[in-house]
Nanobody, 118 residues
Framework: QVQLVESGGGLVQPGGSLRLSCAAS????????MGWYHQAPGKQRELVAA???????NYADSVKGRFTISRDNAKNTVYLRMNSLKPEDTAVYYC????????????WGQGTQVTVSS
Protein backbone atom coordinates (compact mmCIF):
# COMPACT_ATOMS: atom_id res chain seq x y z
CA GLN A 1 0.00 0.00 0.00
CA VAL A 2 1.37 3.41 -1.02
CA GLN A 3 -0.02 6.80 -0.07
CA LEU A 4 0.84 10.22 -1.47
CA VAL A 5 0.09 13.39 0.45
CA GLU A 6 0.33 16.78 -1.22
CA SER A 7 0.58 20.15 0.49
CA GLY A 8 1.44 23.75 -0.23
CA GLY A 9 -1.28 25.04 -2.53
CA GLY A 10 -3.25 28.20 -1.94
CA LEU A 11 -4.11 31.68 -3.13
CA VAL A 12 -1.28 33.95 -4.22
CA GLN A 13 -1.04 37.26 -6.05
CA PRO A 14 0.52 37.48 -9.52
CA GLY A 15 4.29 37.53 -9.20
CA GLY A 16 4.18 35.59 -5.96
CA SER A 17 5.65 32.23 -5.05
CA LEU A 18 4.50 28.90 -3.66
CA ARG A 19 6.17 25.59 -2.91
CA LEU A 20 4.28 22.34 -3.33
CA SER A 21 5.31 19.13 -1.60
CA CYS A 22 4.32 15.53 -2.22
CA ALA A 23 5.38 12.86 0.26
CA ALA A 24 5.07 9.15 -0.39
CA SER A 25 4.74 6.56 2.35
CA UNK A 26 4.03 2.86 2.67
CA UNK A 27 5.67 -0.21 1.18
CA UNK A 28 8.17 1.48 -1.13
CA UNK A 29 11.25 -0.19 -2.57
CA UNK A 30 12.23 2.44 -5.11
CA UNK A 31 10.88 5.65 -6.59
CA UNK A 32 11.76 6.37 -10.17
CA UNK A 33 10.43 9.39 -12.03
CA MET A 34 8.55 11.99 -10.01
CA GLY A 35 6.41 14.60 -11.69
CA TRP A 36 3.93 17.41 -11.27
CA TYR A 37 0.89 17.89 -13.51
CA HIS A 38 -1.76 20.55 -13.51
CA GLN A 39 -5.35 20.64 -14.69
CA ALA A 40 -7.29 23.84 -15.25
CA PRO A 41 -11.10 23.82 -15.45
CA GLY A 42 -12.28 22.41 -18.77
CA LYS A 43 -8.76 21.41 -19.82
CA GLN A 44 -6.77 18.21 -19.91
CA ARG A 45 -4.19 17.35 -17.28
CA GLU A 46 -0.75 18.45 -18.48
CA LEU A 47 2.80 17.75 -17.39
CA VAL A 48 4.42 20.70 -15.63
CA ALA A 49 7.76 19.23 -14.59
CA ALA A 50 9.44 15.88 -13.99
CA UNK A 51 12.63 14.61 -12.40
CA UNK A 52 14.22 11.21 -12.86
CA UNK A 53 15.98 9.14 -10.21
CA UNK A 54 19.27 10.41 -11.70
CA UNK A 55 18.17 14.00 -11.20
CA UNK A 56 17.46 14.85 -14.82
CA UNK A 57 14.67 17.39 -15.09
CA ASN A 58 12.32 18.57 -17.79
CA TYR A 59 9.77 21.35 -17.80
CA ALA A 60 6.82 22.53 -19.81
CA ASP A 61 7.80 25.53 -21.93
CA SER A 62 5.27 27.68 -20.08
CA VAL A 63 7.09 27.29 -16.74
CA LYS A 64 10.75 27.17 -17.76
CA GLY A 65 12.78 29.65 -15.76
CA ARG A 66 10.00 30.11 -13.19
CA PHE A 67 9.41 26.67 -11.67
CA THR A 68 11.94 24.28 -10.15
CA ILE A 69 11.34 20.62 -9.39
CA SER A 70 13.48 18.82 -6.83
CA ARG A 71 13.40 15.61 -4.83
CA ASP A 72 14.57 14.35 -1.46
CA ASN A 73 15.06 10.62 -1.81
CA ALA A 74 15.60 10.10 1.93
CA LYS A 75 12.14 11.54 2.57
CA ASN A 76 10.44 10.07 -0.54
CA THR A 77 9.33 13.59 -1.33
CA VAL A 78 9.15 15.73 -4.46
CA TYR A 79 8.86 19.51 -4.44
CA LEU A 80 7.78 22.14 -6.92
CA ARG A 81 9.00 25.65 -6.31
CA MET A 82 6.87 28.10 -8.28
CA ASN A 83 8.08 31.67 -8.71
CA SER A 84 6.73 34.60 -10.71
CA LEU A 85 3.30 33.04 -10.72
CA LYS A 86 0.80 34.12 -13.36
CA PRO A 87 -3.00 33.90 -13.43
CA GLU A 88 -2.69 31.25 -16.14
CA ASP A 89 -0.88 29.00 -13.64
CA THR A 90 -4.19 28.65 -11.77
CA ALA A 91 -5.09 24.95 -11.68
CA VAL A 92 -5.23 21.87 -9.53
CA TYR A 93 -1.73 20.46 -9.22
CA TYR A 94 -1.16 16.71 -8.92
CA CYS A 95 2.02 14.84 -8.14
CA UNK A 96 2.72 11.58 -9.94
CA UNK A 97 5.31 9.08 -8.80
CA UNK A 98 6.52 5.94 -10.49
CA UNK A 99 7.03 3.56 -7.56
CA UNK A 100 8.21 0.00 -7.15
CA UNK A 101 6.12 -1.41 -4.32
CA UNK A 102 4.69 -4.91 -4.69
CA UNK A 103 4.92 -4.05 -8.38
CA UNK A 104 5.92 -1.09 -10.50
CA UNK A 105 3.05 1.33 -10.75
CA UNK A 106 2.17 5.00 -11.07
CA UNK A 107 0.61 6.72 -8.07
CA TRP A 108 -1.16 10.07 -7.97
CA GLY A 109 -1.60 12.61 -5.22
CA GLN A 110 -5.02 13.95 -4.24
CA GLY A 111 -4.42 17.31 -5.90
CA THR A 112 -3.90 20.75 -4.45
CA GLN A 113 -5.49 23.95 -5.70
CA VAL A 114 -3.25 26.82 -6.79
CA THR A 115 -5.01 30.08 -7.49
CA VAL A 116 -3.14 33.12 -8.80
CA SER A 117 -5.26 36.22 -8.54
CA SER A 118 -5.12 39.80 -7.33
Amino acid sequence: QVQLVESGGGLVQPGGSLRLSCAASGSIFSIYTMGWYHQAPGKQRELVAAITSAGTTNYADSVKGRFTISRDNAKNTVYLRMNSLKPEDTAVYYCSLRIMSLRLDTYWGQGTQVTVSS
